[in-house]
């Protein structure tokens, strides 16, 4: 009943179908047959895996369609835009089973393919009271519409499915504790500072036979040190989330069949958390206003014994500490090493220094700072001076401040407070040796090893001369010579 | 003084400048007997002689694929020691000596004669090797230099002047203009510069390449001589005449052959058919180039009815060039009418409608002329 459209076809019977720019038959509305519900979610998911529903989303209606034998088919209804829209859903239909249609009312007819590049039109139409007629070349069935399909009903009713590398991905996560964990796992993250944020989230009682909300703490954690994953994911009462698109999440080890970015249906306000073995998903029509977990910190009271104690001890009066200066002492330290930036090379190594520059890759040239005293020569890299096996490495254990690695100052006051003792201008580098004493190098006396390191060698200006040009004639000049005194003395004539 | 030395001193003075470029200096005159003499000598500066090979056979490479030209023979020996004798009489120093003057003459004698004891070239290689030695030979020219200085001004011919007169050029307020005069052009001479212009006349007429080479030059003009139309005789002569001819500006190259065609008609009563069968050569190429033939506009021959028209001095160098145009198609038609020319029947058919328009208004001037 249906036969191709040519090549500058104008005139169409089935009503609803036009052409477009390409000669492509299309009606306003294009439809997708599927034989089933999971071919519709294959479709969905294939669609979703490379584009978003969200062009999709204002004129896309699913529903479940019967025929007058009583089979029940799966539609897809989209507008048509354009061929090219037409065009990616149809290979993507054609990819899961499904059936391409396009049309405008009731009346749709099979979408272009390999055999007819500009499309179908319907020779003869169907007299029904359908709600959908379809003109395909195998068949031509009507169909009445049985009832809707909710995409986010959709989504909600799929079972995620198991993927445990989804539990070592990074980024947020959202851990839902129950009401007995909460405050504990709190208290473990402030702890173990872990910053975040939490809320507590009522839910309907689950049983019939209670009638309290069931209340569970949601923290919201934006990044979970790698050591916490096993803890927060196999631990009974926790329930570990992913965010999958906006306003939902998926629990950690699953992933939806649908990829949920690609469908703006949940609300950014609210929350959908998406459990796996098929349990029920959590949802949160709005999300309580969420609170630093800091704020849910445990809290503890001192004893106090008495009236007016609650107040503390108040001094009677203040005097001067004593003088208690002790001297400064270097001593080895057992500590790991942390930003070791600088070294000091005796002046007898400058030699050797000075063939290793030979040695040295570009970055570490291009990377460190010199600046050469009396006392030797300090070098600094803030990409770590270890590139550079020469001297006594430094740790710049406070800004300004530099202690040999390897050693920790005693008394173990503050690098602060050492350097405020120590009393060098703001622009000074203070480093203290093994020995405890200090040297203090001017900043500005620093510079770059890359100039300093080169010795430029004499040079002689090399001028540039035109090529010659070999195939240029010159030109031919004519000279004058002396005549001499009798100019015409010898010359003879010709024999004849 | 020996024959090597003189030859040695043409060799470096005259003809290796001749060929390469640079300061050619005459000095002391050959004479005709010592000329004639030089023979086969071989230079004796054997680098220089092979630049000066190599510079021969890179010029004569534009007409033909050749990789020796040879040493120098007898006969060109004899021809670049008359021009080193006739750039020597046209030196200025016999203007300044009073005593002297009839040495220039009697050297331009000497000189004209040498030439006229010269052969014409016998084959093709030996046309194109004397081309070779006289290619540039109506370049040479001398730098004529004029200082003038705050008191005064002097004029050097050929000479440089002298470091100390160009010494403090702010302070003493120095101005130097150089001239390039050509051979022709010098001046002064002492003697007639017709016989310069002859003596010219005489080494191109021994040359015909270079004859050929040179037609668009203001003098000597060019004229149909005998060696020139010895050339032209065989068809090789006549393609290396062509392709001789290619490389000057085709108007030029009309206009100088309508002028010696028109000289000739007028003291021979016609025109040769070596002569004939170039300039339809020149029409059949040009046709079949989609050339000018057809796409300039007619000449005006109301201007030469007869024979007897003819023989007056042309009004404009255009009709010169319509003229050796409408010679050439004429031929040319007359060629195309032979059995034996390798056209087919369609390209015979089109250059007869290119060269028709052209040959048209030629007939009645051709039917005239006895030798067509």
């Given at each position: 009943m249906i036969e191709r459209v040519a090549l500058?076809?104008?005139?169409?019977?089935?009503?609803?179908l036009g052409l477009d720019a390409k000669g492509v038959a299309l009606g306003t509305r294009g439809l997708v047959l599927f034989p089933s519900l999971d071919r519709l979610v294959m479709m969905l998911a294939a669609y979703t895996h490379e584009q978003s529903l969200e062009g999709l989303m204002p004129s896309m209606a699913m529903n479940v369609v019967r025929s007058k034998l009583g089979a029940r088919e799966v539609t897809l209804e989209i507008a048509a835009e354009s061929s090219d829209r037409m065009d990616r859903v149809a290979e993507t239909a054609r990819l899961v089973g499904g059936l391409t249609f396009t049309g405008t009312s009731r009346h749709f007819v099979q979408y272009r393919d390999g055999a007819a590049p500009f499309g179908y039109d319907a020779r003869e139409l169907l007299s029904t009271d359908g709600a959908l007629a379809l003109y395909h070349d195998r068949f031509t069935q009507s169909y009445d519409i049985e009832r809707r399909i909710d995409l986010r009903a959709l989504l909600l009713r799929l079972c995620p499915r198991l993927d445990r590398t989804t539990t070592l991905e990074p980024g947020v996560r959202i851990v839902v504790a129950e009401q007995g964990l909460g405050p504990s796992l709190v208290h473990y993250l402030v702890r173990s500072r872990v910053e975040g944020e939490a809320c507590v989230a009522e839910w309907p009682?689950?049983?019939?036979?209670?009638?309290a909300p069931v209340e569970r703490w949601v923290v919201r954690i934006p990044e979970l040190p790698a050591r916490m994953v096993p803890l927060l994911s196999s631990t009974p009462g926790f329930t570990c989330f992913l965010p999958a698109g906006q306003g939902v999440a998926v629990e950690a080890g699953y992933r939806h069949?649908?990829?949920?970015?690609?469908?703006?249906?949940?609300?950014?306000a609210g929350l959908v958390l998406l459990r796996g073995r098929g349990d029920d998903p959590w949802i949160i029509e709005r999300l309580p206003r969420m609170g630093p977990l800091t704020t849910f910190a445990r809290v503890e009271l001192r004893t106090t014994h008495g009236d007016?104690?609650?107040?503390g001890a108040v001094a009677v009066r203040t005097l001067l500490p004593e003088a208690l200066r002790v001297p400064l002492r270097i001593d080895p330290s057992s500590a790991p090493w942390r930003k070791v930036t600088a070294s000091w090379v005796p002046l007898d190594q400058f030699p050797l220094l000075r063939r290793l520059a030979y040695a040295l890759p570009h970055a570490t040239v291009a990377g460190t700072r010199v600046a050469t005293t009396a006392r030797g020569i300090f070098l600094r890299a803030?990409?770590?001076?270890?590139?550079?096996?020469?001297g006594t490495f430094f740790v710049e254990?406070?800004?300004r401040l530099f202690l040999p690695a390897g050693y920790d100052v005693t008394p173990a006051v503050s690098p602060e407070v050492l350097l405020r003792a120590l009393d060098?201008?703001?622009?000074s580098l203070v480093f203290v040796g093994s020995d405890a004493r200090a040297w203090s190098v001017d900043e500005q006396a620093f510079t770059g090893l890359e100039t300093a390191l080169v010795e430029a060698p004499a040079w002689e200006a090399a001028e540039a001369r035109a090529i010659e040009r070999t195939l240029v004639e010159a030109t031919i000049d004519l000279r004058v010579a002396p005549i001499g005194?009798?100019?015409?003395?010898?010359l003879e004539p010709t024999d004849t | 003084v020996t024959v090597e030395s003189v030859a040695d001193r043409l060799f470096t003075g005259v003809m290796a400048p001749l060929v390469l470029g640079g300061a050619l200096t005459p000095s002391r005159a050959i004479g005709a007997r010592a000329a004639l003499a030089l023979g086969a000598t071989l230079p004796t500066d054997a680098e220089l002689a092979a630049r000066v090979e190599h510079a021969r056979v890179r010029r004569a490479r534009t007409l033909v694929p050749i990789d020796r030209l040879g040493p120098p023979t007898a006969a060109e020996w004899a021809l670049a020691a008359a021009l080193h004798d006739l750039a020597q009489s046209a030196n200025p120093a016999f203007d300044a000596a009073t005593l002297r003057r009839g040495a220039a003459a009697r050297i331009a004698m000497l000189a004209g004669a040498t030439i006229r004891r010269v052969a014409p070239p016998a084959n093709l290689h030996e046309a194109l090797s004397r081309h070779a030695w006289l290619?540039?030979?109506?370049?040479i020219a001398r730098t004529d230099t004029t200082v003038s200085w705050w008191s005064g001004s002097r004029v050097f011919l050929g000479v440089e002047p002298p470091a100390r007169l160009l010494a403090w050029p702010e302070l003493r307020r120095v101005s130097v203009s150089r001239a390039r005069r050509p051979l022709l052009d010098?001046?002064?001479?002492?003697?007639?510069r017709s016989w310069l212009v002859d003596g010219i006349a005489e080494i191109l007429a021994r040359s015909p390449i270079t004859d050929l080479a040179t037609?668009?030059?203001?003098?000597p003009a060019f004229a149909w001589n005998e060696t020139t139309l010895a050339l032209l005789q065989r068809p090789a002569g006549r393609a290396l005449a062509m392709r001789v001819l290619a490389r000057l500006p085709p108007s030029d190259v009309d206009r100088a052959l309508g002028r010696a065609s028109r000289a000739a008609i007028a003291e021979h009563g016609g025109l040769g058919p070596t002569a004939l069968a170039l300039l339809a050569d020149r029409a059949i190429a040009d046709a079949h180039a989609g050339g000018?033939?057809?796409?300039?506009?007619?000449?005006?021959?109301a201007a030469f009815p007869t024979a007897t028209a003819l023989a007056t001095p042309p009004a404009k160098a255009e009709d010169e060039a319509a003229l050796a145009r409408a010679l050439g198609a004429a031929a040319a038609l007359r060629t195309l009418a032979s059995?034996?020319?390798?056209?087919s029947d369609a390209e015979r058919a089109g250059l007869r409608a290119a060269l028709e328009p052209a040959a048209g208004q030629a007939v009645a001037l051709l039917a005239s002329l006895r030798n067509l």
């Amino acid at each position: 009943m249906i036969e191709r459209v040519a090549l500058h076809q104008t005139r169409l019977h089935t009503p609803g179908l036009g052409l477009d720019a390409k000669g492509v038959a299309l009606g306003t509305r294009g439809l997708v047959l599927f034989p089933s519900l999971d071919r519709l979610v294959m479709m969905l998911a294939a669609y979703t895996h490379e584009q978003s529903l969200e062009g999709l989303m204002p004129s896309m209606a699913m529903n479940v369609v019967r025929s007058k034998l009583g089979a029940r088919e799966v539609t897809l209804e989209i507008a048509a835009e354009s061929s090219d829209r037409m065009d990616r859903v149809a290979e993507t239909a054609r990819l899961v089973g499904g059936l391409t249609f396009t049309g405008t009312s009731r009346h749709f007819v099979q979408y272009r393919d390999g055999a007819a590049p500009f499309g179908y039109d319907a020779r003869e139409l169907l007299s029904t009271d359908g709600a959908l007629a379809l003109y395909h070349d195998r068949f031509t069935q009507s169909y009445d519409i049985e009832r809707r399909i909710d995409l986010r009903a959709l989504l909600l009713r799929l079972c995620p499915r198991l993927d445990r590398t989804t539990t070592l991905e990074p980024g947020v996560r959202i851990v839902v504790a129950e009401q007995g964990l909460g405050p504990s796992l709190v208290h473990y993250l402030v702890r173990s500072r872990v910053e975040g944020e939490a809320c507590v989230a009522e839910w309907p009682p689950e049983s019939a036979l209670s009638d309290a909300p069931v209340e569970r703490w949601v923290v919201r954690i934006p990044e979970l040190p790698a050591r916490m994953v096993p803890l927060l994911s196999s631990t009974p009462g926790f329930t570990c989330f992913l965010p999958a698109g906006q306003g939902v999440a998926v629990e950690a080890g699953y992933r939806h069949p649908i990829e949920l970015r690609a469908c703006p249906v949940f609300d950014a306000a609210g929350l959908v958390l998406l459990r796996g073995r098929g349990d029920d998903p959590w949802i949160i029509e709005r999300l309580p206003r969420m609170g630093p977990l800091t704020t849910f910190a445990r809290v503890e009271l001192r004893t106090t014994h008495g009236d007016g104690d609650a107040d503390g001890a108040v001094a009677v009066r203040t005097l001067l500490p004593e003088a208690l200066r002790v001297p400064l002492r270097i001593d080895p330290s057992s500590a790991p090493w942390r930003k070791v930036t600088a070294s000091w090379v005796p002046l007898d190594q400058f030699p050797l220094l000075r063939r290793l520059a030979y040695a040295l890759p570009h970055a570490t040239v291009a990377g460190t700072r010199v600046a050469t005293t009396a006392r030797g020569i300090f070098l600094r890299a803030e990409m770590g001076i270890e590139a550079i096996p020469l001297g006594t490495f430094f740790v710049e254990v406070y800004p300004r401040l530099f202690l040999p690695a390897g050693y920790d100052v005693t008394p173990a006051v503050s690098p602060e407070v050492l350097l405020r003792a120590l009393d060098v201008t703001a622009s000074s580098l203070v480093f203290v040796g093994s020995d405890a004493r200090a040297w203090s190098v001017d900043e500005q006396a620093f510079t770059g090893l890359e100039t300093a390191l080169v010795e430029a060698p004499a040079w002689e200006a090399a001028e540039a001369r035109a090529i010659e040009r070999t195939l240029v004639e010159a030109t031919i000049d004519l000279r004058v010579a002396p005549i001499g005194l009798r100019p015409a003395r010898g010359l003879e004539p010709t024999d004849t | 003084v020996t024959v090597e030395s003189v030859a040695d001193r043409l060799f470096t003075g005259v003809m290796a400048p001749l060929v390469l470029g640079g300061a050619l200096t005459p000095s002391r005159a050959i004479g005709a007997r010592a000329a004639l003499a030089l023979g086969a000598t071989l230079p004796t500066d054997a680098e220089l002689a092979a630049r000066v090979e190599h510079a021969r056979v890179r010029r004569a490479r534009t007409l033909v694929p050749i990789d020796r030209l040879g040493p120098p023979t007898a006969a060109e020996w004899a021809l670049a020691a008359a021009l080193h004798d006739l750039a020597q009489s046209a030196n200025p120093a016999f203007d300044a000596a009073t005593l002297r003057r009839g040495a220039a003459a009697r050297i331009a004698m000497l000189a004209g004669a040498t030439i006229r004891r010269v052969a014409p070239p016998a084959n093709l290689h030996e046309a194109l090797s004397r081309h070779a030695w006289l290619a540039r030979m109506l370049e040479i020219a001398r730098t004529d230099t004029t200082v003038s200085w705050w008191s005064g001004s002097r004029v050097f011919l050929g000479v440089e002047p002298p470091a100390r007169l160009l010494a403090w050029p702010e302070l003493r307020r120095v101005s130097v203009s150089r001239a390039r005069r050509p051979l022709l052009d010098l001046a002064p001479l002492v003697i007639d510069r017709s016989w310069l212009v002859d003596g010219i006349a005489e080494i191109l007429a021994r040359s015909p390449i270079t004859d050929l080479a040179t037609c668009a030059r203001r003098e000597p003009a060019f004229a149909w001589n005998e060696t020139t139309l010895a050339l032209l005789q065989r068809p090789a002569g006549r393609a290396l005449a062509m392709r001789v001819l290619a490389r000057l500006p085709p108007s030029d190259v009309d206009r100088a052959l309508g002028r010696a065609s028109r000289a000739a008609i007028a003291e021979h009563g016609g025109l040769g058919p070596t002569a004939l069968a170039l300039l339809a050569d020149r029409a059949i190429a040009d046709a079949h180039a989609g050339g000018h033939v057809q796409a300039s506009a007619p000449p005006s021959f109301a201007a030469f009815p007869t024979a007897t028209a003819l023989a007056t001095p042309p009004a404009k160098a255009e009709d010169e060039a319509a003229l050796a145009r409408a010679l050439g198609a004429a031929a040319a038609l007359r060629t195309l009418a032979s059995p034996n020319v390798a056209f087919s029947d369609a390209e015979r058919a089109g250059l007869r409608a290119a060269l028709e328009p052209a040959a048209g208004q030629a007939v009645a001037l051709l039917a005239s002329l006895r030798n067509l």
